[in-house]
């Protein structure tokens, strides 16, 4: 397995996409710490970055990739190699390589200029969100065989996740304000890892209170140690499915 | 060596394979042959594990293929069309294919890698290679690791006549070691004298399965290219 791991990496750091969007993190985080004072704002203003950067660049960077590297998979595939094994090494140095970028890009300046709780919970959950949205990329590029389909279908996805969601959510909020929805909208907050990842910073850096009695109920869920560990188990659920049916679709798929 | 029991396989609405059933033995040379989207590729995908069948089995020396891996270590493949990572020189590719195997330097056969001067182009990109040179990095590797059976689809497609003719030198001499070796080709007159089996494969199925000899006695001419045409033509009239 290392092996196909060692291949896919070495041929990922020697791609220019990757390296242009490594060098936009840093040039962004440097110049977003540079213009503030405070650690805790220079935070929030990377958080809306990252929460639209990452999942988009983990998303259809993945997706380009897989499509072209399908005369590589097809070449292994006639090897005496498992298919699993394939697949597995291949979403390992896709994400690794995704997420390291993010560490460099966005990792090394928190660690300068931020290095407190918020600083390192949007490190965390940026990384988590790049191997949630190369693991989705996986499933759309798995299932769909046309290029311009995929990556399209991979655009959607995030245009979903990114903003179409939250329309969703605004809406059903107006809708219900009647009622008490607040522990609704904690689990409701589950269906999407963008936002669980944005209530998890805002959380870290006190900005409840502006988030009135919703903002409350957040902080009692996930202030508490059960709510934390069913966060993270979401958020690994949200990594582990999407690869596990891509994984599945795979085995049976015909090259 | 490979049994091939009932196997279907349908694309959409297309039937590829319809209950193919062959049974190919070590020291055969046999040639796939059969009229475009016949399912020779297919078939040939489905011993490698590369397309999975809907229904029917394959045996891999007695052995049930299924979900299994390892089998493949036996099987040298060259593809109709190589199609390799193109950021990879050759020399990269090459290395990756050993490193993947697992086989010790000294056991290579290295022949067609010398034959072919592939020594001096090591260095270029997969993606500037001309149609025949990749062909011919297919072939190298195809026999690089001594498989028990090679499986050749159009081999000669895109090579020119000298490497044509070294590539068919080194069949016949890998036919003399038992192995077996599966050749599909439009161009009939390269197989005389190679094959000594042949499978005609029709709208998915394989229409007869003779040796070459039995073949050639039975439509009384001692070219495969004319024998195929009568079998055609005396097809058409039937239908």
């Keep these: ?255 | 060596m490979i049994t091939i029991q009932n196997i279907s396989k349908r694309f959409g609405k297309l039937q590829v394979l319809d209950q193919v059933s062959l049974t190919l033995a070590g020291g055969e040379c046999v040639a796939l042959i059969g009229p475009n989207g016949s399912g020779k590729t297919t078939l040939i995908k489905a011993i490698l594990g590369m397309v999975i069948p809907e229904s029917g089995s394959l045996l891999f020396q007695g052995q049930p293929v299924g979900q299994q891996w390892a089998y493949r270590q036996h099987i040298g493949y060259m593809p109709q069309i190589g199609r390799y990572p193109e950021n990879m020189t050759i020399g990269q590719v090459l290395d990756m294919m050993k490193d993947i195997r697992k086989m010790p330097e000294a056991e290579l056969d290295t022949d067609l890698f010398t034959a072919f001067g592939l020594r001096a182009m090591l260095h270029k990109r997969m993606r500037t290679l001309s149609g025949g040179t990749r062909q011919k990095v297919s072939a190298c590797l195809a026999f690089l690791f001594n498989p028990d059976v090679l499986i050749l689809d159009e081999p000669t497609a895109g090579l020119d006549p000298v490497s044509t003719e070294l590539l068919k030198d080194k069949i016949s001499a890998e036919r003399q070691k038992n192995k077996l070796i599966i050749i599909t080709s439009h161009v009939l007159s390269d197989l005389d004298g190679l094959i000594s089996e042949v499978v005609y494969m029709q709208d998915g199925k394989p229409l007869f399965h003779k040796s070459l000899q039995a073949l050639k006695a039975e439509t009384d001419t001692d070219r495969l290219s004319a024998a195929i045409a009568r079998v055609m033509a005396v097809h058409e009239l039937m239908d």
Excluded at chain 1, 62 to 80: A, C, K, R
Excluded at chain 1, 86 to 100: D, E, N, Q
Excluded at chain 1, 221 to 244: D, N, R, S
Aim: proline share 2%.
């Design chain 1, 1 to 255: 397995m290392h092996k196909i791991i060692k291949y896919v990496v070495a041929d990922l750091l020697r791609n220019r996409t990757l390296l242009v969007y490594t060098v936009l993190l840093l040039v962004l985080s440097v110049s977003v710490f540079g213009m503030e004072d405070n650690a805790d704002k220079g935070v929030v203003s990377l958080l809306n970055i990252v929460l639209f950067v990452v999942p988009l660049v983990s998303i259809i960077f993945s997706t380009v990739y897989l499509y072209n590297s399908g005369e590589f998979i097809e070449l292994l595939v006639s090897q005496p190699i498992r298919r699993s094994t394939i697949w597995m090494s291949i979403f390992i140095g896709l994400a690794g390589t995704v997420a390291l970028a993010f560490i460099v890009g966005v990792g090394i300046p928190v660690l300068l200029y931020a290095a407190t709780a918020s600083g390192a919970m949007l490190v965390g959950c940026g990384c988590i969100l790049s191997l949630i949205f190369v693991s989705v990329a996986l499933w759309a590029a798995v299932r769909i065989r046309d290029k311009a389909k995929g990556i399209g279908l991979s655009i959607l996805v995030w245009l979903y996740f990114a903003l179409l969601f939250d329309a969703l959510v605004l809406f059903l909020l107006f809708q219900f304000s009647d009622y008490p929805i607040e522990k609704g909208m904690v689990v409701l907050s589950m269906l999407n890892p963008v936002d669980i990842s944005r209530i998890l910073i805002l959380l870290e850096i006190d900005l409840s209170a502006l988030m009135g009695y919703t903002g409350a109920i957040f902080r009692n869920f996930f202030g508490t140690g059960g709510g934390m560990a069913i966060t993270l188990v979401v958020l690994v659920l949200w990594t582990v499915v999407p690869m596990w049916l891509s994984l599945r679709y795979f085995k049976r798929k015909d090259l």
